[in-house]
C-alpha cells in the first residue's frame, strides 16, 4: 500500500509469488477435505448405529421395507469415508493401475509449449485446482451413494453417486487422465502412448 490513498504498489505484486502461495494452500485444503472426510465418515457410522438402535426397539410387524438395509449403507459408506486414503488409493490403483498423482510437468504436449516457468506454475495451480475439486466430488460421490438405502431418496442417487466418485478419480489424476484420453483418441505426441 502506498501511503493513506489506498492505492496497491505494482512492484509489491508478483505473479510467482501468489502462485506460489496457492500452490502452498492446496496441501492444507487437501488435509481439510481428508478432515471433513472423517467427521462425515464418523457421523455417518453413528447414525446408522442409531437407526439400528431404534429399529430394535420397535415390533417387527411395524418395521417398513428398507429400514435394514439404510442403516447398513449408512454403516458401510462410513466406514469407507474413514479410510479414505485407502479408498482413495485403491480407487486410483483401479483406475490407473497404480496410485501414484501424475504431477503437471507430464501433461502432454507440455515440453512442446514455449517451456517458460510461468507457464509450468501455472499448469501446477491448475492441476492442483483440478485435484482438489476430484477429491471434493469424490467424498461427495460417497455420500450421494449414502443415502441410497434410506427409504426416501431420490431416484437416481446411485448414478449421480458413482457418476461424483468415477469423476472425481478422474480429475484427481487429470494428468493421467489426458493422457488415457489422448492414446485413446489417437494423440501420438510428445511420447503419450
Known sequence: MSGSSGIINADAFSL???LTNLNNAFTS????IVAV???IGLSLMVRGVMMYKALATQTMSSAQKGEFAGPLVFIIVG???VYFPSTLTTSLSSVFVTSDISPASELIGYQSLSGSEKWQQISTVVIEYMKLIGLIAFVRGWVILSKMGHSGSQPGSVGKGLIHLIGGVLLINVVE???ILACTFGYTGAGAC
Open 16 to 18: 510467482t509469488t501468489a
Open 29 to 32: 485444503i487437501e488435509h481439510l
Open 37 to 39: 472426510s472423517y467427521v
Open 79 to 81: 466406514g469407507i469415508l
Open 177 to 179: 487422465t489426458v493422457a
